[in-house]
């Protein structure tokens, strides 16, 4: 007997609910009045007027047209009458369609052209742990079931975590691709699209981190050999998510680099799904850090080490990054600063005005010292960028998918003159130096897409004794994005529901930062992340009218009450999968 929707969906909590109606028995909702789905009733509807603060400039793709014609056929196969009506009104591809066609963001015209779409495709990340220790789909049912209701939704796709920690566990260069070829087979099924993470670190430790994966065995056996291979701060914590960045080219690691483990890892990958490479999967984000980002882990959350919204600490204090300073000391002229780090810019979880080193006057950062740490400790992380997209882009060469790196969203004390939680991490990006500009030069050079974080947040919803400031930082990198010419994506630090994060995404990604109607927006937005909750009813309902309008496209002139009002009419058909999944979960 098949699960519905609800059911399966709720088994994401592991809730047992009983059985429902035998196959071949109708639900009573198949007979639903559907005449109101068509035509939406625009007499009641209050368009907002352009600059109205709940109307802001919208972006995104329509989904691939498709003739009336070929629709009314797909329709016509066993699909419940009450949902066919639901996806021709919403706009939406059926389950029965998503073999057939997806809402690409570039569509074929005649002659074998293509047309570049308006609009930001939105993708869901999956659960952390979508694949088990064993290497199969984590509740497989519920897992279908979720993917089911996204594309209905009108998503373009998933974002799928590839653990090198479960993949590879075992023994260098035996990869077990398991569980990820059930779940991609899976997301092909639906029409989903796929960016697949190489995600070369440990889950565990960060914020949203729901479980433990910890690196490969037989790499935390070469760490317990030589602890300097993991990052270490001033006082000798070692960090353990991610090998550090000055053992890089060194062959440490059962006589591989760390690089060439990489590589490796992401040629199997390569060679494994090159059937699905161009087609269902679309994007291959590199990892090259904590929690997968370009940056050092200078702020973790294990053992209540940091607190938001603390400064952090450099991770320098490896021999082989002390090696590397101490080199590059020698080569400035200035060998006697090549012994150790900044010895003044206090703990995790000082604020800058609490450091010598990072205070607004006189501060260690603005001197010629700082400046000298501050750009080896800046370029080291830059030159690690290099070595693994150069080897990324040289091995999916032709495959048909884009490359992207994601950036991490340090919004807090960005109003401070030093820009210390951003320092730390390793973007030398202070009031007086632009930080993000050199990432995305380095980006563009090898045709990689600029992810980045905090597009949800607003100034004035963070804490103002910390100097919060996510817009104005977003609006930064957008500005570095556009003059490097370099793609931009985005996606929400954390979990949110609501319409005014929806509202401040729409807006962001529309990449109206200087005021100009430039024909520029984000190439894609990913929304964290798939769960329960998104699956709660205010909450679906919410989410349905926020695709709908991030596929409308920043140039769209429709009223947003009515894409609201047809993504409610869309939803009332769907909600009682939905509201049963609900309940189940509460029980």
Same mark, same amino acid.
């Given at each position: ?56 400039? $919208? ?83 519920? $897992? ?377 927006? $984000? ?65």
């Amino acid at each position: 007997m098949a699960l519905n929707l609800a059911h399966q969906i709720g088994s994401l909590a592991g809730t047992q609910i009983a059985a429902e109606v035998t196959t071949g028995e109708q639900s009573s909702s198949a007979t639903a009045d559907v005449s109101g789905f068509r035509k939406v009733p625009l007499a009641n509807l209050r368009c907002n007027a352009p600059g109205e603060a709940l109307s802001p400039p $919208m972006l995104t793709p329509p989904l691939t047209p498709r003739s009336a014609a070929n629709r009314s056929a797909m329709m016509s196969l066993s699909l419940r009458p009450d949902l066919s009506a639901a996806f021709q009104a919403f706009g939406t591809l059926s389950p029965l369609e998503t073999a057939e066609e997806s809402s690409a963001s570039v569509a074929w015209k005649e002659g074998g052209k293509k047309e570049e779409k308006k609009g930001v495709p939105v993708y869901v990340m999956m659960p952390l742990d979508s694949v088990t220790n064993g290497n199969t789909v984590n509740r497989k049912k519920a $897992m279908n079931a979720s993917l089911h209701a996204l594309k209905s939704a009108g998503v373009e796709g998933i974002m799928i975590d590839v653990w090198w920690g479960l993949v590879e566990r075992e023994a260098t260069g035996a990869y077990n691709w398991g569980g990820y070829a059930e779940l991609l087979e899976m997301a092909k099924k639906h029409g989903l699209k796929v960016q697949a993470v190489m995600s070369f670190h440990q889950c565990g430790g960060n914020v949203g981190d729901s479980c433990i994966i910890p690196l490969p065995k037989w790499v935390t056996e070469e760490i317990e050999k030589d602890p300097d291979l993991a990052y270490t701060d001033q006082w000798g914590r070692r960090n353990y998510e991610y090998l550090s960045l000055g053992c890089d080219n060194l062959p440490l690691l059962k006589g591989r680099t760390p690089v060439q483990c990489y590589a490796d890892f992401m040629r199997a990958f390569r060679d494994n799904f090159k059937h699905l490479l161009g087609d269902t999967i679309v994007e291959i984000q590199v990892g090259m850090g904590p929690a997968g980002e370009l940056r050092y882990p200078s702020y973790p959350e294990a053992n209540g080490t940091w607190k938001f919204p603390g400064i952090g600490a450099f991770q320098c204090y490896d021999k082989y990054m002390l090696s590397s300073l101490k080199a590059a000391a020698e080569s400035a002229g200035k060998p006697e600063w090549g012994s150790t780090g900044p010895t003044d810019a206090g703990h995790y979880n000082n604020w800058p005005e609490d450091t010598p080193f990072f205070k607004k006057e006189g501060g260690g950062w603005n001197t010629p010292y700082g400046e000298f740490f501050l750009t080896w400790y800046s370029q080291m992380l830059l030159e690690h960028g290099e070595r693994i997209l150069s080897s990324a882009t040289l091995i999916f060469d032709g495959a048909g998918v884009k490359i992207s790196v994601k950036v991490a969203g340090i919004h807090w004390h960005y109003g401070t003159r030093s820009h210390a939680p951003e320092l730390t991490a390793g973007y030398y990006n202070t009031r007086y130096r632009d930080g993000y500009l050199p990432i995305a030069q380095m980006l563009a050079r090898h045709g990689a897409v600029f992810n980045f974080t905090c597009i949800e947040m607003r100034d004035h919803e963070q804490p103002q004794d910390a100097l919060c400031a996510p817009e104005k930082l977003v609006k930064q990198v957008a500005l570095a994005t556009g003059a490097a010419q370099v793609p931009l994506a985005g996606e929400n630090a954390l979990p949110r529901y609501d319409e005014y994060a929806h509202e401040q995404i729409l807006r962001a990604s529309s990449l109206n930062v200087d005021g100009s109607a430039v024909d520029r927006e $984000m190439c894609a937005f990913t929304y964290l992340r798939m769960n329960p909750s998104l699956f709660h009813p205010d909450n679906w309902r919410r989410f349905v009218a926020f695709v709908k309008k991030m596929n409308e496209g920043k140039g769209a002139r429709r009223c947003w009450e009515e894409v609201e009002r047809e993504a409610e009419q869309f939803v009332h058909v769907t909600q009682p999968f939905i509201q049963e999944a609900a309940v189940a979960l509460m029980h």
